[in-house]
């Protein structure tokens, strides 16, 4: 068995090896890009490790692994189009490098490169593997149109939010446990179990991210912190700001989410001040703490030995331990 930093080495070196040989160029260049910017790699380590869990030839699968990463970073290419953002991982964004129609086109051409690397896996595995993927693709655009409608509104419930992270964020990285089950031939039971695992890690590493753009530290967290509270975005946080906030705090909090023209860094401080009062930062610990205990629950009830799982346990611990 291999540790997580193993399995990330391996398939950071699949990865690397990909040829991208087809014509034009100018097509391929920006996901060559994309794909050599980094990252976590979180996807492709937890279906890896998944898999490792039923059987000890993770290479087998490297295919699909790269297919969910190849799918992850398409997501950010648009992402980063629809929000204008300049930067990702410390680097220009692929709009910003060429332009917008390259990060559309290119980013479509990821999406059918995903496909195609998904449906390289054992054809009597193709009918599961292929549903799975798509249903999450799916979900996945759905909980973007959620968290685009909520820019709109001041009303966001809780359960609202959570259900949209679930769907943006949490079932990929399900998908990504149960990919690696079914594809070592695991029991639906081992893999539904799986599937909840990381549908609820899932839950806990999004609050998570949301809570370090507020109190993480820059020099880790890699990028300013704050870019949350300036661009008004519907978080855990806020939402829940908003919603046990006194009136005098819901008039401030709505009077700088209204203002257009402030000083980014005033803005930043005087709503993490409220965040401060109203205590939604211990909440949304409290919550993450929640929902990776259950996590674990999940894993607990996979059928195989403890010391099998202790690698996939240790990475997820790793990740909720993590400040950038």
Same mark, same amino acid.
């Given at each position: ?23 034009? =160029? ?14 976590? %790699?979180?996807?492709?380590?937890? @279906?890896?490790?998944? &898999? ?6 993770? $290479? ?8 969910? $990463? /190849? &799918? !992850?970073? &398409?997501?950010?290419? !648009? ?13 220009? /964004?692929? !709009? ?5 129609? /390259?990060?559309?086109?290119? #980013? ?19 009918? =599961?593997? @292929? ?20 820019? !709109? ?33 695991? /029991? ?9 695992? #990381?549908?609820?890690? #899932?839950?806990?590493? =999004? ?7 507020? &109190? ?33 705090? %819901? ?33 949304? =610990?409290?919550?993450?703490? %929640? ?34």
């Amino acid at each position: 068995m291999n540790t997580s930093n193993e399995i990330l080495q391996l398939f950071n070196q699949y990865l690397d090896r990909q040829p991208y040989d087809r014509r034009p =160029q100018s097509l391929y260049e920006p996901i060559k890009y994309v794909l050599s910017l980094g990252g976590k %790699r979180i996807r492709p380590v937890l @279906m890896l490790l998944s &898999y490792e869990l039923f059987r000890d030839n993770p $290479e087998s699968i490297l295919p699909q692994a790269c297919a969910l $990463e /190849t &799918y !992850h970073n &398409y997501t950010l290419l !648009h992402d980063d189009l629809m929000d204008n953002a300049d930067l990702r991982r410390g680097n220009a /964004t692929v !709009h910003q490098r060429w332009d917008a129609n /390259t990060a559309i086109l290119s #980013g479509d051409s990821m999406l059918v490169l995903a496909y195609e690397r998904m449906a390289q896996c054992d054809a009597a595995k193709l009918p =599961q593997v @292929m549903s799975l993927f798509t249903e999450t693709a799916l979900e996945i655009g759905e909980g973007q149109q959620y968290d685009m409608d909520f820019e !709109h509104r001041n009303d966001v419930r809780e359960e609202e939010y959570i259900e949209m992270i679930r769907l943006k964020t949490s079932v990929l990285l399900a998908c990504a446990t149960k990919m690696g089950a079914l594809l070592a031939d695991a /029991t639906e039971r081992d893999a539904e179990m799986l599937y909840k695992f #990381g549908e609820q890690f #899932g839950l806990a590493f =999004q609050l998570q991210d949301d809570y370090l753009d507020v &109190y993480g530290d820059p020099a880790v967290f890699g990028k300013a912190i704050g870019g949350d509270i300036t661009s008004n975005k519907k978080t855990f946080m806020l939402i829940n700001a908003l919603n046990r906030a006194d009136e005098q705090q %819901r008039k401030e909090l709505l009077q700088w989410i209204s203002a257009t023209d402030f000083n980014r860094q005033e803005k930043i401080a005087a709503v993490t001040r409220l965040y401060n009062i109203i205590g939604v930062g211990q909440l949304a =610990q409290d919550r993450m703490a %929640r929902y990776f205990d259950e996590s674990l629950k999940y894993l607990d009830a996979v059928s195989v030995a403890d010391e099998r799982k202790e690698p996939l346990r240790r990475y997820a611990a790793e990740m909720m331990n993590r400040k950038s």
